[in-house]
């Protein structure tokens, strides 16, 4: 089977198998396409849908309002996502072209935080050009239709350009996510319905390819988490990591405090280490960056574990 009755069949499943009703995949304007890509990054699409897709659309309807918005409001409306590098991207980005993403791959690459991925999916989608597309479910179905066991990024390109149906992008690439998401799975992948089964040399052992990582051993870190109060107020301070850089919070440290009150524990799993906090009340003089009522903290950004820290607080009724 050549690759023209490869795209053939492809073709032919989407349009009996295809997610159809994804609400990125019936629109033309390229900011909707390019903020689920964004989130769709690390997250799964049930989770975007149900939760954060059409409320952050609501709240920043096009990428203009975006560009016009404080980082802060940005990160609210991203709260409870998470990888919240991804929003302060689609910040400086929509920042970047002042509202306007550019009309290709190559221009949409020169934004903050889109690298090639992105850039292809978002051309594919939104302008029809013809490259291919490189997500997880992607690089798994390559793998496997060219029995890759370790392939280089170069080497994956090289093989999703030549698989490519250049004559229709839009389709081959949503096909493509759809049949890995469905049918070239990571675990028991259901090669008599796939459209690819005809030439796929990785068929006869489909998890081989590729090669399966080592599973890595997950650290775990317990510390503490601080609420100084002042005045009636609470101490928060401003996140300068990488992982939640711009976002609020409380102070965390590795020991415990001599002196406070014991409000609770709570703990979130991040994708390479769980961190569990014991929360305590303090009275004593701390170095923060801000000072909040409850009803002001309500609209800043925090972090899940921040959230569940300020849960347990109240839960005392002060």
Same mark, same amino acid.
């Given at each position: 089977?050549?690759? &023209? &009755?490869?795209?053939?069949?492809? !073709?032919?499943?989407? +349009?009996?198998?295809?997610?159809?009703?994804?609400?990125?995949?019936? $629109?033309?304007?390229?900011?909707?396409?390019?903020?689920?890509?964004?989130? =769709?990054?690390?997250?799964?699409? @049930? $989770?975007?849908?149900?939760?954060?897709?059409?409320?952050? /659309?609501?709240? *920043?309807?096009?990428?203009?309002?975006?560009?016009?918005?404080?980082?802060?409001?940005?990160?609210?409306?991203?709260?409870?996502? !998470?990888?919240?590098?991804? &929003?302060?991207? %689609?910040?400086?980005?929509?920042?970047?072209? !002042?509202?306007? /993403?550019?009309?290709?791959? &190559?221009?949409?690459?020169?934004?903050?935080?889109?690298?090639? $991925?992105?850039?292809?999916?978002?051309?594919?989608?939104?302008?029809?050009?013809?490259?291919?597309?490189?997500?997880?479910?992607? @690089?798994?179905?390559?793998?496997?239709?060219?029995? =890759?066991?370790?392939?280089?990024? +170069?080497? #994956?390109?090289?093989?999703?350009?030549? =698989?490519?149906?250049?004559?229709?992008?839009?389709?081959?690439?949503?096909?493509?996510?759809?049949?890995?998401?469905?049918?070239?799975?990571?675990? #028991?992948?259901?090669?008599?319905?796939?459209?690819?089964?005809?030439?796929?040399?990785?068929?006869?052992?489909?998890?081989?390819?590729?090669?399966?990582?080592?599973?890595? @051993?997950?650290?775990?870190?317990?510390?503490?988490? %601080?609420?100084?109060?002042?005045?009636?107020?609470? !101490?928060?301070?401003?996140?300068?990591?990488? =992982?939640?850089?711009?976002?609020?919070?409380?102070?965390?440290?590795?020991?415990?405090?001599?002196?406070?009150?014991?409000?609770?524990?709570?703990?979130?799993?991040?994708?390479? *280490?769980?961190? $569990?906090?014991?929360?305590?009340?303090?009275?004593?003089?701390?170095?923060?960056?801000?000072?909040?009522? /409850?009803?002001?903290?309500?609209? /800043?950004? #925090?972090? @899940?574990?921040?959230?569940?820290? %300020?849960? #347990?607080?109240?839960?005392?009724?002060?």
């Amino acid at each position: 089977m050549g690759f &023209a &009755a490869l795209h053939e069949a492809i !073709g032919g499943w989407y +349009k009996i198998n295809g997610r159809h009703d994804l609400p990125w995949r019936n $629109t033309d304007d390229p900011y909707p396409i390019y903020l689920s890509e964004i989130m =769709l990054q690390q997250t799964q699409v @049930k $989770t975007v849908l149900e939760r954060f897709y059409f409320p952050f /659309l609501e709240t *920043f309807p096009t990428l203009k309002s975006v560009a016009d918005a404080p980082l802060e409001a940005v990160l609210k409306q991203w709260q409870g996502l !998470g990888y919240y590098t991804r &929003a302060r991207n %689609l910040h400086a980005a929509a920042r970047a072209c !002042g509202g306007k /993403l550019p009309e290709n791959a &190559a221009g949409l690459a020169e934004l903050p935080g889109i690298g090639q $991925t992105t850039a292809h999916a978002v051309a594919a989608f939104a302008y029809r050009e013809p490259v291919p597309i490189m997500d997880a479910n992607v @690089k798994r179905i390559l793998c496997r239709f060219f029995a =890759l066991k370790t392939p280089t990024p +170069k080497t #994956l390109w090289e093989k999703a350009d030549a =698989l490519l149906n250049t004559n229709d992008p839009y389709h081959y690439n949503q096909a493509m996510m759809d049949i890995g998401a469905t049918v070239c799975t990571p675990k #028991l992948p259901d090669c008599s319905a796939c459209p690819l089964n005809s030439a796929c040399k990785g068929q006869k052992n489909p998890s081989a390819y590729p090669t399966p990582k080592a599973a890595k @051993k997950v650290p775990h870190r317990h510390h503490a988490a %601080l609420i100084p109060i002042q005045n009636g107020k609470i !101490g928060l301070i401003r996140r300068t990591t990488r =992982l939640l850089h711009g976002m609020w919070g409380f102070i965390q440290q590795e020991k415990l405090p001599e002196v406070g009150r014991p409000v609770g524990r709570a703990s979130h799993a991040y994708s390479h *280490f769980k961190l $569990t906090l014991d929360a305590y009340v303090v009275e004593e003089e701390a170095k923060c960056d801000g000072w909040f009522t /409850l009803e002001e903290i309500e609209k /800043l950004p #925090l972090s @899940k574990i921040d959230e569940k820290i %300020l849960a #347990l607080y109240k839960t005392l009724g002060e």
